[in-house]
T-cell receptor, first 111, second 115 residues
Framework: LAKTTQPVSMDSYEGQEVNITCSHN???????ITWYQQFPSQGPRFIIQ???TKVTNEVASLFIPADRKSSTLSLPRVSLSDTAVYYC????????????FGTGTQLKVEL | NAGVTQTPKFRVLKTGQSMTLLCAQD?????MYWYRQDPGMGLRLIHY???????AKGEVPDGYNVSRLKKQNFLLGLESAAPSQTSVYFC??????????????FGNGTRLTVT
C-alpha cells in the first residue's frame, strides 16, 4: 500500500510564504486531498481540502496539478503560531476507509 | 457542542493489565476511528467503524479490540497491555465516507504509558 510522502521538516521566518508539497502517486479517482495541522499535545485540526486545481480559504491555499499525484499547501505570511506538524491525507487506492496519514512535516517558524 | 471527547486524558498501566478508552462525539457522525501516535511518527490507524454496530481493522489492530454499540461512542480496549502499546491515542470522527470526503474531527488524545 503506497504512502504519502512529505518533507520531514522545514524552517521559515515570520512573514514568509511557506509551501509544503505532498506526493500521493496512488490517489483514487474519487478521493479528496486534505491537510491537517497538529500542535503538541493536541489532535490534528483540519486546515483545507481540495479535489483539483486550487482551493483557498482564510488560512491557506491548496494547489493540485491536473494529474493529482501531488499537492502543495501554501501558508501565506507565516507567524510563530504556525509552528506545528502538517499532514496531508488521502484515501489511497485499495485503502477502503483507512485514511492513511503520512509522517508529516514539522514546520518551524522563527523571528 | 463539545465535538470529540476522549477519556481518560492520561493513564499508566502495568504490563498485563486491561483498560478501555472511551471516545464520544456529539456531531452525529457515522464514521469513527482510533489512531495511535508514537514519537517521530505519524498517526497509524488501529480500528475504525463505518456505523453503529460495525468495526473494521486498520493498519495496526493487533492487541486492541473495539466496539461501537452506540453511534456516538467508540471504545478501544486493551485486554493485556504491553510496553509496546505506550503511545498517544487519538479518536476521530467524520460525517461521510471517503468517496464523498468530509474532514476528520479529532479529540485531544489519551496518553497511555505501560510499564
Amino acid at each position: 500500500l503506497a504512502k504519502t510522502t512529505q518533507p520531514v521538516s522545514m524552517d521559515s521566518y515570520e512573514g514568509q510564504e511557506v509551501n509544503i508539497t505532498c506526493s500521493h502517486n496512488n490517489i483514487a479517482t474519487n478521493d479528496y486531498i486534505t491537510w491537517y495541522q497538529q500542535f503538541p499535545s493536541q489532535g490534528p485540526r483540519f486546515i483545507i481540502q481540495g479535489y483539483k486545481t486550487k482551493v483557498t480559504n482564510e488560512v491557506a491555499s491548496l494547489f493540485i496539478p491536473a494529474d493529482r499525484k501531488s499537492s502543495t499547501l501554501s501558508l501565506p505570511r507565516v507567524s510563530l503560531s504556525d509552528t506545528a506538524v502538517y499532514y496531508c491525507l488521502v484515501a489511497l487506492t485499495g485503502g477502503g476507509n483507512k485514511l492513511t496519514f503520512g509522517t508529516g512535516t514539522q514546520l518551524k517558524v522563527e523571528l | 457542542n463539545a465535538g470529540v471527547t476522549q477519556t481518560p486524558k492520561f493513564r499508566v498501566l502495568k504490563t498485563g493489565q486491561s483498560m478501555t478508552l472511551l471516545c464520544a462525539q456529539d456531531m452525529n457522525h457515522e464514521y469513527m476511528y482510533w489512531y495511535r501516535q508514537d514519537p517521530g511518527m505519524g498517526l497509524r490507524l488501529i480500528h475504525y467503524s463505518v456505523g453503529e454496530g460495525t468495526t473494521a481493522k486498520g493498519e495496526v489492530p493487533d492487541g486492541y479490540n473495539v466496539s461501537r454499540l452506540k453511534k456516538q461512542n467508540f471504545l478501544l480496549g486493551l485486554e493485556s497491555a504491553a510496553p509496546s502499546q505506550t503511545s498517544v491515542y487519538f479518536c476521530a470522527s467524520s460525517y461521510l465516507d471517503r468517496a464523498v470526503n468530509s474532514p476528520l474531527h479529532f479529540g485531544n488524545g489519551t496518553r497511555l504509558t505501560v510499564t
